[in-house]
């Protein structure tokens, strides 16, 4: 037997059903934002992570699955959505038209990670980016759209704001904090060590908790960034206060991915273990140019919706539709114009197979169909069919030509 590969899986029956759910919901809310939906390959040139994501970022330096297609291509399975959506946002040279442009996704990627509780290798995402808009107002509207995300599948949360400052205040708090862990290398770990080299901000959200003993009393990136940057942080906390969204500042905040600037978040869980962000996202104002683009303003976020998946409870599944049996060969033929004909409106199950009334109900009831159509010796013998209303308990017998032609039932 051949099983899927290590942290891959089937989603099928409820947790297809739960895929179904989220997808459903956060379209819906994305387009009332103003969002678009866009399809970009799974498959893309490696470089684009590169230069996206970064290549001191786990993502990049260890998880990539990354192979040389059959014409000799260095190629990547996608591991994040964000820097296709951009690709593409240049590759249509939106970037030289005026205006704001909001895409929305979601679909699988591919991180090559440990597999554990809510860490999967292969993974599905709901994205959003938006392009265009410089003013905090849209980093605000995209807080506010996933929280109704999140009311409207019933999932509770907590949201952690930070902001990563710019080209103009970055650098000189850089040169702080490199100075500050120049003074406690040898107590950091190896991946600290290694990214006070490559990016050495990253070294404040390492997990490893002498680490982060030895950052509280690192310099803060809150306090070192310029009045631009302060002011919009600011003002996101007076619109969040405002619109009564609870959040909480980590000044420790840095997110996984290279591209961000300003402002970063997450959404956190409590009740999913430790792998716990259902949600993540930030302000990548320099990304379209890093990516041949003129430089464009940009603000996205991407929910994780298999960690959404063990929060999210579905709704009672309702009666639906017509489930269609016989007793006898005969009848089940005469049901098939009458289901192909419902078709068009209503879900219908019909039972090839001639079996008891009884036998049928019990089916009828085991697929949730709100009605049963039901042909026995009688009905074949009068050309009629006997419908029972599962939920009301009504029932009647009538002609079958009079029920395909009743434009009300079909
Ligand atoms: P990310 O934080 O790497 O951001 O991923 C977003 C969400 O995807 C996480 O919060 C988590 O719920 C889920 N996720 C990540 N890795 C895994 C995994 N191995 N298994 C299961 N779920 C996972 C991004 O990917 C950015 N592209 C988000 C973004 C969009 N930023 C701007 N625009």
Request: glycine share 6%; with cysteine; charged share 30%.
């Amino acid at each position: 037997m051949i099983n899927p590969l290590r942290g891959m899986k089937d989603l099928i029956f409820d947790e297809s059903r739960k895929y179904q759910h989220i997808i459903y919901a956060a379209s819906n809310i994305a387009k009332n934002y103003g969002y678009e939906y866009i399809e970009t390959p799974i498959l893309e040139e490696t470089a684009l992570f590169k230069r996206s994501v970064g290549e001191s970022s786990d993502i990049v330096g260890k998880e990539m699955y990354q192979f040389r297609d059959k014409g000799d291509n260095d190629v990547c399975m996608r591991p994040e959505g964000t820097a296709g959506v951009v690709r593409a946002f240049v590759s249509s040279k939106l970037d030289r038209q005026d205006g704001t442009y909001r895409f929305c996704y979601y679909g699988p990627m591919f991180r090559y990670e440990r597999p554990q509780k809510g860490r999967l290798r292969s993974f599905h995402q709901f994205g959003c980016e938006s392009f265009g808009e410089s003013s905090v107002y849209e980093d605000f509207v995209m807080m506010s759209m996933i929280k109704d995300i999140f009311n409207a599948l019933n999932i509770g949360y907590t949201l952690k704001i930070n902001s990563l400052g710019c080209k103009d205040c970055m650098p000189a708090y850089r040169e702080k904090l490199v100075a500050f862990l120049d003074g406690t290398k040898n107590e950091l770990c190896i991946d600290c060590n290694r990214r006070i080299d490559t990016n050495p901000i990253r070294v404040l959200d390492c997990k490893v908790e002498k680490c982060q003993s030895m950052f509280n009393d690192s310099p803060k990136l809150l306090d070192n960034l310029c009045d631009v940057c302060d002011s919009d942080f600011e003002k996101l906390k007076s619109l969040l206060d405002n619109a009564n969204i609870d959040y909480e500042i980590d000044t420790n905040l840095v997110r996984g991915l290279d591209y961000y600037n300003k402002t970063a978040f997450e959404f956190i869980s409590s009740e999913i273990g430790s792998q716990s962000a259902i949600a993540g996202g930030g302000r990548y104002d320099r990304l379209v140019e890093f990516l041949d683009g003129k430089p464009t303003p940009a603000v996205g976020f991407a929910l994780g919706i298999e960690r959404i998946m063990d929060l999210v409870i579905l709704p009672e599944p309702k009666r639906e539709g017509y489930y269609l049996g016989s007793m006898n060969e005969d009848g089940v033929e005469k049901l098939l114009d009458t289901s192909l004909k419902l078709r068009k409106k209503y879900k219908v199950t019909l039972e090839y197979k001639a079996k008891s009334l009884k036998s049928h109900l019990k089916s009828a009831d085991k697929v949730g169909a709100k009605s049963i159509i039901f042909i026995g010796n009688d009905e074949l013998a009068n050309n009629t069919i006997w419908i029972k209303d599962l939920e009301t308990k009504e029932e009647k017998t009538i002609k079958i030509e009079d029920f395909n032609s009743l434009k009300e039932t079909v």
